[in-house]
Structure formats: C-alpha cells, structure tokens
Nanobody, 124 residues
Framework: VQLQASGGGLVQAGGSLRLSCVAS????????MGWFRQAPGKDRRFVAG?????????VYADSVKGRFTISRDNAKNTLYLHMNTLEPEDTAVYYC?????????????????WGQGTLVTVSS
C-alpha cells in the first residue's frame, strides 16, 4: 500500500491543524493505521493508532491525549489526525503508517508501510 501524507504547515501555539493520509494500491480497510512523529534530533515516536474498523478503537500517546484525534474514512481510503491546542513541543515531521498488528500498534518496527511525512511547525 502506498501512503501520501499532507496537511502540515506553520501554526501558532494554541492553534489547530488536520493531517490527512491517502492510501492507494491495496485494501486500506484491512490495515491498522498509526501516526508517528519525529522531532529534530529525536527518534520517531508513536502518536496515535486506530483499528482497521475505525470508530472508537483508538489509542494515543500520553503527550497528545485529549488534544489529538485520529480517525479514518475507509470509503475514501483516508486517515486523519486532528490536532488541537498545539504546542511548540508538537513540532515534528508527522508520518502515517500501516500495520497488520493491532496488538503492537505503538511499536514502529511492527509497521509495514510508511508515508513520506509532513512537517508541522508550532511557533510560540
């Protein structure tokens, strides 16, 4: 499956952004999906995950819980990350990724496909 992330940009602290990730080439609805982010000089880290069926089957990193919402539209082959109350610490390149292993959804090594990343910059 090919993944194309978009929606990043420059936003002031306290603002909002919505990231999108469009999938093609395979059955999007059969994959568990996740968002990761990589800040300058740091490792790529888990942000949020959503089960293949979508709905309320989601998990979040503690650092974004209550501020970010992951969702998907299987009819449109699209994954979303709604980001509210952004902080300068949220500045990073954000990546979407596809996995077949919900049990290990927080682990970068368990993902099979990655998008190219989209840069989010939050100014103070």
């Amino acid at each position: 499956v090919q993944l194309q992330a978009s929606g990043g940009g420059l936003v002031q602290a306290g603002g909002s952004l919505r990231l999108s990730c469009v999938a093609s080439g395979s059955t999007f609805s059969s994959y568990e999906m996740g968002w990761f982010r990589q800040a300058p000089g740091k490792d790529r880290r888990f942000v949020a995950g959503i089960m293949s069926s979508g709905g309320s089957s989601t998990v979040y990193a503690d650092s974004v819980k209550g501020r970010f919402t992951i969702s998907r539209d299987n009819a449109k082959n699209t994954l979303y990350l709604h980001m509210n109350t952004l902080e300068p610490e949220d500045t990073a390149v954000y990546y979407c990724a596809a996995s077949k292993k919900w049990r290990w959804i927080r682990f970068r090594s368990e993902y099979d496909y990655w998008g190219q990343g989209t840069l989010v910059t939050v100014s103070s």
